[in-house]
């Protein structure tokens, strides 16, 4: 799935020349200011499709490193779970746990490789927060992984012509529902996302991919009947969506 955008990125194995120091990682992780335009941008993407995003987003991360001596198979295996979660998550949000990342972690948090994953996993962390308690707010934290994937691609190009793209085609296709600019949302309004159509992970990973919501079905049945719920210790077992109140056959659509 993922070999066309390794080609059309040429990230693999690319060599890791940018910057990285605290000021680097501040300007990503706090975007409260600026960036006006890509926020605008991100802000028209439905709910669930936002959410399928920081998924595709983390993904990209993870293939910007792949192979690197420094991630422990341990911490890519974590990671692909933890992608999983959110992809299962966009479907539903009952899949999926809080995802939960921070200082406590044993995993290094600071270097060239180590640094730009910490701050993707915590900002992945945040969305999975804001979904988990129904915050319109979801947007805001796609600024920072957007922001991290151009500082750290070898071609910044095919990345932003890429992502342009991406995201007014997920815009178009998946709409938000609410306008942060003509409505007045606070933050302790809740957002029903189970009026959002799921989107599959192939609509943002696989550049072959064409959408209809019969392909989409079939595309998401099939990923979440691949899932191992035991082995993933980011997903809910059925039980635990059934008890929490998820209405259907827990893995399947």
């Given at each position: 799935m993922y070999a066309d955008l390794e080609s059309k990125f040429n990230w693999k194995q690319a060599p890791i020349d940018y910057e990285?120091?605290?000021?680097?990682?501040?300007?990503?992780?706090?975007?409260m200011e600026g960036h006006l335009r890509?926020?605008?941008a991100l802000n028209k993407m439905g709910y669930?499709?936002?959410?399928?995003?920081?998924?595709?987003?983390?993904?990209?991360?993870?293939?910007?490193?792949d192979g690197h001596p420094d991630l422990s198979k341990e911490f890519v295996d974590d990671v692909n779970n933890r992608i999983d979660s959110i992809f299962a998550a966009a479907v539903d949000p009952l899949y999926g746990h809080i995802l939960r990342y921070g200082t406590h972690s044993e995993v290094p948090t600071e270097g060239v490789v180590h640094g730009p994953c910490s701050v993707a996993l915590d900002k992945i962390m945040h969305v999975s927060l804001e979904y988990n308690f129904k915050c319109h707010y979801i947007h805001r934290h796609l600024v920072g992984l957007v922001l991290l994937l151009n500082h750290i691609a070898p071609d910044n190009k095919a990345f932003n012509e890429w992502l342009a793209n991406k995201i007014k085609e997920t815009a178009s296709m998946f709409p938000c529902s609410y306008n942060y600019e003509n409505e007045k949302i606070s933050e302790d309004d809740e957002y029903d996302c189970s009026i959002d159509p799921p989107v599959p992970r192939e609509f943002f990973l696989d550049e072959d991919y064409q959408y209809t919501p019969e392909t989409a079905r079939q595309k998401i049945n099939a990923f979440l009947q691949s899932l191992d719920y035991r082995s993933n210790p980011h997903l809910r077992s059925p039980e635990e969506m059934l008890e929490a109140g998820f209405a259907g056959t827990p893995y399947t659509l």
């Open positions: 990285w120091n605290s000021e680097v990682s501040f300007g990503i992780s706090y975007t890509l926020k605008k669930k499709a936002s959410i399928g995003f920081a998924a595709a987003l983390l993904n990209l991360v993870l293939l910007r490193f």
